[in-house]
C-alpha cells in the first residue's frame, strides 16, 4: 500500500433500502478495486451502510446530517478524494458538501466509474 489516504465518495441517501444497499455494494467493490491497485481507501458508505441500518432500521436512514460529523473526522486524514459516479451523485448533498471540503483544502478530487 502506498500514497495517502482516498476518500471515496458516492451517494447514500434514498428512501429505498435497495436503493442503499446497492450503493453500499458499488462502493465497497470501488474500494476492492483500489485496495487491489495498491491505495489506501476509507469508504464511509461501507462502513456506515450496515451501521445506519442499525440504528434507522432498513426502512429508514438517519441521512447525510448526521453523518457529517463522523465523515468530517475521517475527511481531516485523507489527501484524495475520488468521486464514484453513480447515478444521483451529482444530486447528492453529501458529495457537495464533501467535495466543498476538499476543495477548501487544495486536496486532489478525482471521479470513478463503477
Same mark, same amino acid.
Given at each position: $500500500? #502506498? &500514497?495517502?489516504?482516498?476518500?471515496?465518495?458516492?451517494?447514500?441517501?434514498?428512501? #429505498?433500502?435497495? +436503493?442503499?444497499?446497492?450503493?453500499?455494494?458499488?462502493?465497497?467493490?470501488?474500494?476492492?478495486?483500489?485496495?487491489?491497485?495498491?491505495?489506501? +481507501?476509507?469508504?464511509? +458508505?461501507? $462502513?456506515?451502510?450496515?451501521?445506519?441500518? +442499525?440504528?434507522?432500521?432498513?426502512?429508514? /436512514?438517519?441521512? /447525510?446530517?448526521?453523518?457529517? #460529523?463522523?465523515?468530517?473526522?475521517? $475527511?481531516?486524514?485523507?489527501?484524495?478524494?475520488?468521486?464514484?459516479?453513480?447515478?444521483?451523485?451529482?444530486?447528492?448533498?453529501?458529495?457537495?458538501?464533501?467535495?466543498?471540503?476538499?476543495?477548501?483544502? &487544495?486536496?486532489?478530487?478525482?471521479? $470513478?466509474?463503477?
Amino acid at each position: $500500500m #502506498s &500514497g495517502t489516504i482516498i476518500y471515496l465518495a458516492c451517494p447514500y441517501t434514498d428512501p #429505498s433500502f435497495e +436503493v442503499r444497499t446497492f450503493r453500499f455494494e458499488a462502493a465497497t467493490k470501488a474500494a476492492a478495486t483500489l485496495i487491489k491497485r495498491g491505495r489506501i +481507501v476509507f469508504s464511509p +458508505v461501507t $462502513m456506515t451502510h450496515p451501521l445506519d441500518a +442499525v440504528l434507522a432500521g432498513s426502512q429508514n /436512514t438517519l441521512g /447525510t446530517e448526521f453523518w457529517t #460529523s463522523f465523515d468530517e473526522a475521517f $475527511m481531516e486524514f485523507c489527501g484524495e478524494m475520488i468521486i464514484l459516479r453513480l447515478d444521483g451523485w451529482r444530486e447528492s448533498a453529501g458529495i457537495r458538501r464533501e467535495q466543498a471540503f476538499f476543495e477548501s483544502k &487544495g486536496r486532489a478530487i478525482s471521479f $470513478m466509474d463503477p
